[in-house]
């Protein structure tokens, strides 16, 4: 069988029942990396017998995955942990899960943290409907462009990233969404040092940017952009003038068709072709 385990995302406290067994009892873990899970597992007492330890990350997941699939086929229980929170969740564990099925072998998948669910409910932001994006694009053009499409979404947007970047990514929040759009940034959750910062754009970006050094990593929440609003400046002028707007941006006509879609009444072939009409 394969076990989807998630862990702790700080407090080891957290840690269920329902997890520990499957840590103490598998044949096999199978782990983001091998120090952090054997860290764990001293931690935890479990070393008598100690569960093997094989690493599966993003360069080595398709090799991996076959070779893991292999154990479980031969009745072996093969544990997937990442180094933190639910596994599969903006991690490449969703291929040992999709070569397991190919073979038709049995899956079963514990409850546990995820560190955007966890900042989303304390966010104070909207929650009935939400956008998990991961980690943006690492070039600015690019990032700004996705924020660019998930301001079109009409709903609130969990986003990752590491501490050496958070201050321009949030340069770039308050570019495309405006110095007053809520935001509510989320940083060592459940750990000792804990922290949300809630507020608008502007401030907490400035925040951010007025301290001496980053730790650590972090959770951004980005309420909804209200989708009526947007529709009464995408009609007619309006809607050619975003259009080009985008293009200058460097946005290619399929991506913003999408982008703008929601908020138009246009069908999408012919806003398809309004976009090509004035790209040229």
């Not at 096999?28 to 479990?46: N, P, Q, S």
């Not at 998990?132 to 998930?150: I, S």
């Not at 809520?182 to 060592?188: A, D, I, K, L, Q």
């Amino acid at each position: 069988m394969l076990i989807i385990c998630p862990t702790p995302i700080g407090n080891l406290d957290d840690l269920s029942i329902r997890q520990r067994e499957a840590l103490s009892t598998a044949d096999i873990i199978a782990c983001e990396d091998t120090r952090h899970t054997g860290k764990l597992l001293e931690l935890l007492e479990i070393n008598d017998p100690a569960p093997k330890l094989i690493s599966y990350h993003e360069h080595n997941a398709l090799e991996r995955a076959a070779q893991l699939a292999e154990e479980v086929s031969q009745g072996k229980q093969v544990v997937l942990v990442s180094d933190a929170g639910t596994p599969t969740i903006s991690d490449p564990g969703y291929r040992l899960v999709s070569e397991c099925m190919r073979r038709d072998l049995e899956i079963t998948a514990l409850p546990g943290p995820v560190a955007g669910i966890v900042a989303l409910s304390a966010s104070g932001l909207p929650t009935d409907r939400f956008f998990f994006e991961g980690f943006l694009p690492a070039r600015a053009n690019a990032r700004k462009e996705r924020l660019g499409v998930l301001r079109q979404l009409g709903v609130t947007t969990i986003l990752y990233e590491s501490p050496h970047r958070l201050v321009k990514m949030m340069g770039d929040v308050v570019e495309v969404f405006g110095e007053d759009h809520p935001v509510c940034v989320g940083r060592e959750l459940t750990k000792k040092y804990e922290e949300y910062l809630r507020g608008f754009a502007g401030a907490i970006s400035e925040e951010l940017a007025g301290r001496d050094k980053l730790r650590g990593e972090f959770v951004v929440i980005i309420a909804p952009v209200d989708l009526d609003v947007l529709g009464e400046r995408l009609e007619g002028e309006r809607l050619e003038a975003r259009i080009l707007e985008l293009l200058e941006s460097g946005m290619r006509t399929r991506q913003i068709r999408d982008a703008l879609a929601p908020s138009t009444s246009l069908p999408s072939s012919e806003l398809y072709e309004l976009i090509e009409s004035l790209k040229r």
